[in-house]
């Protein structure tokens, strides 16, 4: 089966500055995760899906950060606008109902300067 | 909440030599345990879990780790590295009570030498 999806692999941006990122799932994994991979530190969850609908953004910036899922398939996350830390990989994974196996991205690669 | 504490940064080692990598967790229920590898620019990799059942599972690439419900950890092992063992790797957390979050460790830089 085709992996998990994430454009683009690398990003440079100014402070301030808006930017995408996007992530297609394995087929039929109804649950989507986008973590925070901060250099030298291990990934912290932003936000889950369940279909369309969030379940967990306790620990997303909504000043800053938004993410969507309309369909139920792939999903956007945004930051707008963007701080020097927020510099790091954003991994989206996904897992199928009742599946115990995740399945993680390449991630993104963000650089702010 | 549950957390995760991988003890060791950084770990060298030679070649064919054994390793361990150090996890221990923190929750108050019972937990499903995962460890993963990152390579350079890359994603996570699984390389083993920790659902139910034994105690001691193993995983891909001739590593297994040890599940100790009384010390609350999760090391693993492998009896003979290879250089292309050389990666990050991460011991993560996910409570069986509360969603499918999983909580990772700040991880272990392990690096084999020749």
């Known amino acids: 089966e085709a992996g998990v999806a994430q454009s683009p692999r690398y990003k440079i941006i100014e402070k301030r500055q808006s930017v995408a990122f996007w992530c297609n799932p394995i087929?039929?994994?109804?649950?989507l995760y986008w973590y925070q991979q901060i250099l030298g530190q291990g990934p912290k969850l932003l936000i889950q899906?369940?279909?369309?609908?969030?379940?967990?953004d306790s620990q997303l910036p909504k000043d800053r950060f938004s993410a969507e899922r309309l369909k139920g398939v792939d999903s956007t996350l945004k930051i707008q606008p963007a701080k020097l830390e927020d510099s790091a990989v954003y991994l989206c994974a996904s897992r199928r109902t009742g599946g115990d196996g995740y399945t993680f991205g390449s991630g993104t690669r963000l650089t702010v300067v | 909440a549950q957390s995760v504490t991988q003890l060791d940064s950084q770990v060298p080692v030679f070649e064919e030599a054994p390793v361990e990598l150090r996890c221990n967790y923190s929750?108050?229920?019972?937990?499903?345990l995962f460890w993963y590898v990152q390579y350079p620019n890359q994603g996570l990799q699984l390389l083993l879990k920790?659902?139910?059942?034994?105690?001691l599972v193993k995983g891909i690439n001739g590593f297994e780790a040890e599940f100790n419900k009384s010390q609350t950890s999760f090391h693993l092992r492998k009896p003979s590295v290879h250089i292309s063992d050389t990666a990050e790797y991460f011991c993560?957390?996910?409570?069986?009570?509360?969603?499918?979050?999983?909580?990772f460790g700040e991880g272990t830089q392990l690096t084999v030498n020749p």
């Open positions: 993560a957390v996910r409570e069986e009570t509360s969603g499918s979050r999983l909580t």
């Open positions: 899906f369940q279909n369309n609908g969030v379940v967990d």
């Open positions: 087929s039929g994994h109804a649950t």
């Open positions: 929750s108050s229920v019972s937990v499903y």
């Open positions: 920790y659902l139910s059942g034994s105690t």
